[in-house]
């Protein structure tokens, strides 16, 4: 069973600050030119940004066991890998990473469409350009962070097997 | 902090390329990805300051600025030799200095009003 200290590295809770502090920076300076300023609607803000943020980190997971980075980036003696590679140890699988991901990204489209309804439809486009970016850039169809490996990589590197992914 | 992002993929820029993961700094290799983080920090600090000038921000905001000395000294570090250590060294200033400057701006604006 995945215990809370597991999912905690999955997400990468340590990258929050570079979440929040945006957020609160952007709370800030609205406040500061007079607008007014609600905690609620700040601390649903937050919850829906970090929940975008924690569910990207989790599914670039995922894509990254897939294509083979992280393992690459392991063997590598010039490289320091910087994801937590828990799908590669067995830790968590590919599809509980999922599940998260998917959990985290309904959250924050739950704290988008509040805060559309409640604050102004502006956040809308914002959330769903934002979400489509993050989702595409290691997904398909358009997949855009990725192009096609290269038999000579294969032969370089070794071909990986993931069989959490499988 | 999308300049933390991009000195993150510094750290593993090769097995990215390899693995046919297309981070900017696998495309363009480590020195043009170092003189883009390079510009894009000066550009930063330029901003801040351009802000200051026009009145977005307090004027006790520039305090933020002084982040950028161990920034610069991880930067000219890295540049200077592009081994993995220095390029989390400059991950770690980068994402302090970001983290500190958010910080300055959001509380200056706070005893502002």
């Known amino acids: ?166 | 902090m999308s300049v933390v992002l991009f000195t993150h993929d510094l750290l593993h820029y090769r097995s990215d390329k390899a693995a046919g993961k297309l981070t900017p700094v696998a495309r363009w290799g480590d020195e043009f990805g170092l003189i883009v983080v390079g510009g894009w920090l000066t550009l930063v600090y330029v901003v801040l300051t351009v802000e200051v000038a026009f009145k977005v921000f307090p004027v006790w905001t520039l305090a933020a600025v002084a982040t950028a000395i161990p920034v610069a000294a991880s930067w000219a570090r890295a540049f200077r030799d592009s081994i993995v250590q220095n390029c989390l060294n400059l991950l770690g200033a980068t994402l302090g200095a970001a983290v500190l400057t958010t910080m300055t701006i959001g509380l200056s604006l706070l005893f502002w009003r």
């Open chain 1, 1 to 166: 069973m995945t215990n809370a200290h597991t999912v905690a590295r999955a997400l990468r809770t340590r990258t929050l600050p570079m979440i929040v502090a945006p957020v609160a920076a952007g709370a800030a300076l609205a406040y500061a030119h007079g607008f007014d300023f609600a905690w609620s609607w700040f601390a649903v803000t937050i919850v829906g940004a970090v929940a975008l943020q924690l569910g990207s980190n989790a599914l670039g997971d995922v894509a990254d066991a897939r294509s083979g980075a992280d393992k690459l980036a392991r063997v590598d003696r010039g490289a320091i890998a910087t994801d937590p590679g828990l799908i590669e140890s067995g830790q968590m699988s590919a599809r509980e990473m999922l599940s998260l991901t998917a959990a985290l990204y309904g959250v924050a489209v739950v704290c988008g469409v509040v805060l559309a309804i409640a604050r102004g439809w502006l956040v809308l486009p914002l959330g769903v350009a934002g979400a489509l970016l993050a989702w595409q850039y290691w997904w398909p169809p358009v997949k855009y962070g990725y192009r096609k490996r290269s038999v000579s990589t294969r032969s370089r590197y070794g071909r990986p097997s993931f069989p959490a992914c499988s």
